[in-house]
């Protein structure tokens, strides 16, 4: 059964870079799509984008100027960094397997996220 | 930008059936899933592919699509029901719906 966990710092400065990890186990990463979906407080999910081994990486548009995404099947994880944060991107940021076709079957259990000086 | 419309809540007494709505242009041609978001928790993928069900989600829940509208339905509602639902379809990235909050009377 495949396990997602992020990791993260809690808190970010305004105008800096948003570092996360995923750390995957029970699953090669090798097949799927892995993604990022975001959650401010209160309000509804929001997908950040994709990776994939089989294809390059696919961010919603309202974030590509600003989103990178990486997959590292070696040690199986994948990152997400966010550059410029402000206060809009403080939520809880999930992990999670899917983002195709068929749905979203896994999920980590999420970090918080506070841009704020 | 594709857009899906969900109410904000249902309320449902105990026992009875919960529909929960999912609007969407021509949504019947595209892969809907539905997941269940219980507070301070993540989502589950409750359903697949507009009606397939994971091996854990019990019977009780089914899902339809056709047309401009999905549907989730969950009938004989408990109280552990009570949570948020959303639909998710992809077109040219994953998009969710706002969610419905579901209320167990």
Known sequence: QVQLQESGPGLVNPSETLSLRCNVSGDSMSTDYWSWIRQPAGMELQWIGRVSVNEGPSYNPSLRSRVTLSLDTSANNFSLRLRSVTAADSAVYYCARGGGSGGIDSWGQGTLITVSS | ?105
């Open chain 2, 1 to 105: 930008s594709y857009e899906l419309t969900q109410p904000l809540s249902v309320s449902v007494a105990l026992g009875q059936t919960a529909r929960f709505i999912c609007g969407g242009n021509n949504i019947g041609t595209k892969n809907v899933h539905w997941y269940r978001q219980k507070p301070g928790q993540a989502p589950l993928l409750i359903i697949y592919r507009d009606s397939h069900r994971p091996s854990r989600i019990p019977e009780r829940i089914s899902g339809s699509n056709s047309g401009n509208t999905a549907t989730l339905t969950i009938s004989g509602v408990q109280a552990g029901d009570e949570a948020d639902y959303y639909c998710q379809v992809w077109d040219r990235g994953v998009i969710f719906g706002g969610g419905t909050k579901l209320t167990v009377l």
